[in-house]
T-cell receptor
Framework: NAGVTQTPKFRVLKTGQSMTLLCAQDMNHEYMYWYRQDPGMGLRLIHYSVGEGTTAKGEVPDGYNVSRLKKQNFLLGLESAAPSQTSVYFC????????????FGEGSRLTVL | GDSVTQMEGPVTLSEEAFLTINCTYTATGYPSLFWYVQYPGEGLQLLLKATKADDKGSNKGFEATYRKETTSFHLEKGSVQVSDSAVYFCASYNQGGKLIFGQGTELSVKP
């Protein structure tokens, strides 16, 4: 019963390096989201997707790109990492409907030196 | 724009104390409201929710009532346990259909 799985769970990058975070869900959910969590700032939405092949910008999209080529996967990419992107990243998914619960992954802790 | 504001932490309580974490929202209409909990080292998980005014959500001894008059959804528990130590997030759907979160309130319960 996997739910939402994020890989990797930890990563250390140097400034300017690139990387991709993978999110996979096995609940056949249409909607998927990437958030970042920073101390004192709650969760902020980076990008989201309302279905396979679609993506949209959230509150803090700069410096990130996403892709949703398959319904079950949502990838978050950093093309040129910066120290300001040091954070804990959470993926979430939900079914359609106005009151749907979000299901979260366990998080990916990224440090950019 | 739509927003969620919750009381700042950290909140430190002794075991069996009464807990209240305040949450207020601004929104157009009457969005569904949620409380999520994040235990150390884990992702967020739904604690309870309410989908319309005057609804009461409850789970694991926690309760919250959707008050449209005061635009509030305060979280309460009559007797906290050490295992309740976590970060609690209030959230609501905005007009664009996205879930927005408060900044989180860290609760620490001492034996």
């Amino acid at each position: 019963n996997a739910g939402v799985t994020q890989t990797p769970k930890f990563r250390v990058l140097k400034t300017g390096q690139s990387m991709t975070l993978l999110c996979a869900q096995d609940m056949n959910h249409e909607y998927m989201y990437w958030y970042r969590q920073d101390p004192g700032m709650g969760l902020r939405l980076i990008h989201y997707s309302v279905g396979e092949g679609t993506t949209a910008k959230g509150e803090v999209p700069d410096g990130y790109n996403v892709s949703r080529l398959k319904k079950q996967n949502f990838l978050l990419g950093l093309e040129s990492a910066a120290p300001s992107q040091t954070s804990v990243y959470f993926c979430a998914s939900r079914a359609t409907g106005p009151t749907g619960e979000l299901f979260f992954g366990e998080g990916s802790r990224l440090t950019v030196l | 724009g739509d927003s969620v504001t919750q009381m700042e932490g950290p909140v430190t309580l002794s075991e069996e104390a009464f807990l209240t974490i305040n949450c207020t929202y601004t929104a157009t209409g009457y969005p569904s409201l949620f409380w999520y909990v994040q235990y150390p080292g884990e992702g967020l998980q739904l604690l309870l929710k309410a989908t319309k005014a005057d609804d009461k959500g409850s789970n694991k001894g926690f309760e919250a009532t959707y008050r449209k008059e005061t635009t509030s959804f305060h979280l309460e528990k009559g007797s906290v346990q050490v295992s309740d130590s976590a970060v609690y997030f209030c959230a609501s759907y905005n007009q664009g259909g996205k879930l927005i979160f408060g900044q989180g309130t860290e609760l620490s319960v001492k034996p």
